[in-house]
């Protein structure tokens, strides 16, 4: 187990409906020293990417990125998830339909912010379904920038997001990646990711993200 799995059995939570609170040392209350090994294990595994750009979407990615940020040296720009008063000029934006919320969110990212030059990472917390995180590489592809890797603290491997950002070819990076959870025992089931396939077939059904960058 390594040491995020092992913060997840000793703090987090399983709830009813497969969700799993990390609030005390994630995404509410944040253990510093705990992203900080995060920032550095994301740097190990990306340490062959030219990455000098780390994107990332409010609000519980930001706190993650900016530590991470640290041991690559480069700047964190947040996407927004709705229009600001200030918010000005040109802006990318992704509309994003969540299935599980019945909404749609629109991924905001000031044109000044993203070049063709940027070779990014993006992180984030949470990996279900990954709406939010197809938005962002839409984002990211309009700019004419590359999507170098995506870094993930928890994936929640029997939804659908992980494979389907993985078949469409990108080194995808979860540092836990939940299988199975339990409510009534609090049982966590992680993957063993030393025996990680490639390419697991996912079915067009399967993604049920439905995303589109406006104009
Ligand atoms: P999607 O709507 O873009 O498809 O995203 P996804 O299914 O991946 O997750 C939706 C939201 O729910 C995300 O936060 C994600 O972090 C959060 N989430 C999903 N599963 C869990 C879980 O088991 N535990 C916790 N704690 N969060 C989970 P968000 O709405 O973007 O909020 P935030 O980043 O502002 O906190």
């Given at each position: 187990m390594n040491f995020l799995e092992e913060r997840i059995i000793k703090d987090g939570v399983v709830k009813e409906g497969n969700v799993l609170k990390v609030d005390s040392?994630?995404?509410?209350q944040m253990d510093i020293k705990l992203l900080d090994?995060?920032?550095a294990e994301f740097k190990r595994r990306f340490a062959k990417k030219p990455i000098n750009k780390i994107l990332t979407i409010e609000s519980s990615g930001i706190g993650i990125a900016c530590v991470a940020a640290q041991h690559f040296d480069v700047p964190v720009?947040?996407?927004k998830k709705s229009q600001s008063i200030n918010l000005d000029g040109d802006m990318y934006?992704?509309?994003?339909?969540s299935f599980t919320h019945?909404?749609?969110?629109?991924?905001?990212?000031?044109?000044?912010f993203l070049t063709p030059e940027d070779r990014v990472l993006i992180i984030d917390d949470f990996l279900a379904n990954g709406c939010a995180l197809q938005g962002l590489i839409q984002i990211v592809q309009s700019s004419g920038a590359i999507v170098e890797g995506i870094g993930i603290a928890i994936e929640?491997?029997?939804q659908s997001g992980g494979r389907i950002i993985r078949n469409l070819g990108f080194q995808l990076e979860s540092l836990a990646i939940v299988?199975?959870?339990?409510?009534a025992t609090g049982h966590i089931q992680f993957r063993d990711q030393s025996k990680m396939q490639e390419n697991v077939f996912v079915s067009e059904d399967e993604n049920i993200c439905?995303?589109?960058t406006l104009d």
């Open positions: 040392f994630l995404n509410h090994e995060m920032g720009v947040f996407a934006v992704a509309e994003v339909e019945k909404c749609r969110n629109h991924v905001i990212v000031a044109q000044r929640k491997g029997f299988d199975g959870m339990d409510a439905r995303s589109s």
